[in-house]
C-alpha cells in the first residue's frame, strides 16, 4: 500500500482483540464502509470471488447440490478441500472439477475440527491438534498428503492454499510451506487484519495473498456462514438477514471497486433459502465474478 493508513484506523487496529471487536460493535458497519473504501483505491474493479470450505463430510454431501447452483448461472466458485475427505469421497468432489472450479489445499486433515457439540463432527477422525501447534513439518506434511490426494483423485495440481482457522495463526509462518509445493497463493488473512485492508498483496516473494472479506457489521469478524448462521444460533440468522448482508456487502464492492472474497461452508448455503437469491442478485450486478488463479493472472 503506498498511502499510510489514517491515525484513527491505525488507532483501532493497535488495540487488542477484545477491544477491537467491543469498537466494531459499536461502529462496525462505518468501520467496514472506510476500510473498504481504502481497499478499493487499490484494487480498481469491483471484483468478488465465492470460497467454499468442505470442512466436514457434511460439506462435502452438499457440493452437488451447491455446484448445480453455481454451474446453472455460470459462475466459477473456489473450493478449499481437505485431503482425507478428498480420499474416502471422490465422487463428490468431482462435483468441483466438472463444474470447472477452482480448488485450493485445506490441509489433509483439518487439524483442530472436533466439535462435541456437532453429531456431525464429534468422531476419531476429527483432530483436536491446532495447526499452528503443529511442527514444521507435520505442517508440511498436511499440506503434501491434501495436494497428493487431490491430485490422485481429482487430476488437479492445486496453486494454492486456504490455512485451516486461519484466524488462529499469522499466515507469514507458513508462506516458506506453501513455497515449498510451489503454490503461488493464499486466502489466508481477514481484509481487516491485512496490511491493504482487503485488496491483493505480495507478503513473500512468489505468492499473493487474497484476504478474505469481513462481515458487513463486524469487520473485525469473518463474514461467513458459522457467524451469520450457525455459532450460538447465528448473528445474522433472521429471515432474509443474511441476503440482505450479502446485498450490503456487494453494493459497497460496487461503489468502492473493491475486492469482495466471500467465504462460506457449503452445508449452510445448499440449501438456504438466501442463497441462490444472492447468486442471482451477484450475476445481475455490473461486478467480476473470479476464481484466484484468473484474479492471480492481473499481478503477472
Ligand atoms: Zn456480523
Redesign the pocket.
Known amino acids: 500500500m503506498n498511502k499510510p493508513l489514517p491515525f484513527y484506523i491505525r488507532a483501532v487496529l493497535a488495540l487488542p482483540s477484545p477491544l477491537r471487536h467491543g469498537v466494531s460493535l459499536l461502529f462496525?458497519e462505518q468501520i467496514n464502509n472506510i476500510f473498504t473504501a481504502i481497499q478499493g483505491k487499490q484494487l480498481g474493479k469491483s471484483t468478488v470471488i465465492l470460497s467454499f470450505d468442505c470442512d466436514f463430510p457434511v460439506d462435502v454431501d452438499a457440493l452437488p447440490t451447491l455446484c448445480s447452483l453455481l454451474n446453472s448461472r455460470g459462475i466459477q466458485g473456489s473450493f478449499a478441500v481437505v485431503g482425507q475427505w478428498v480420499e474416502s469421497d471422490p465422487k463428490s468432489h468431482h462435483a468441483i472439477v466438472d463444474g470447472g472450479h477452482e480448488l485450493l489445499n485445506h490441509s489433509h486433515t483439518h487439524p483442530n475440527l472436533r466439535n462435541e457439540s456437532y453429531d456431525f463432527a464429534n468422531s476419531e477422525k476429527f483432530t483436536d491438534k491446532v495447526f499452528s501447534d503443529l511442527t514444521r513439518n507435520e505442517q508440511l506434511q498436511e499440506l503434501k498428503l491434501c495436494h497428493t490426494a487431490v491430485f490422485e483423485n481429482l487430476g488437479i495440481e492445486m496453486q494454492g492454499c486456504r490455512l485451516p482457522h486461519f484466524g488462529n495463526l499469522d499466515p507469514l509462518d507458513a508462506y516458506g510451506l506453501m513455497l515449498e509445493l510451489g503454490y503461488s497463493f493464499s486466502s489466508s488473512i481477514l481484509a481487516s487484519l491485512s496490511p491493504t485492508l482487503g485488496a491483493p498483496y505480495t507478503p513473500h516473494e512468489n505468492i499473493i495473498e487474497f484476504p478474505v472479506a469481513g462481515?458487513?457489521?463486524?469487520p473485525f469478524?469473518v463474514?461467513d456462514t458459522w457467524?451469520?448462521l450457525v455459532k450460538e444460533g447465528g448473528?445474522?440468522a433472521r429471515p432474509g438477514e443474511f441476503l440482505q448482508?450479502g446485498l450490503n456487502a456487494l453494493a459497497l464492492c460496487k461503489k468502492h471497486h473493491s475486492l469482495l472474497n466471500l467465504y462460506f461452508d457449503p452445508k449452510d448455503v445448499a440449501f438456504h433459502e438466501d442463497f441462490p437469491r444472492l447468486l442471482d442478485s451477484l450475476v445481475e450486478a455490473d461486478v467480476r465474478i473470479m476464481t484466484y488463479q484468473r484474479l492471480m493472472l492481473e499481478w503477472k
Not at 215 to 218: A, D, I, K, S, T
Open positions: 462496525g462481515c458487513p457489521e463486524h469478524t463474514f457467524h451469520c448473528r445474522h448482508l
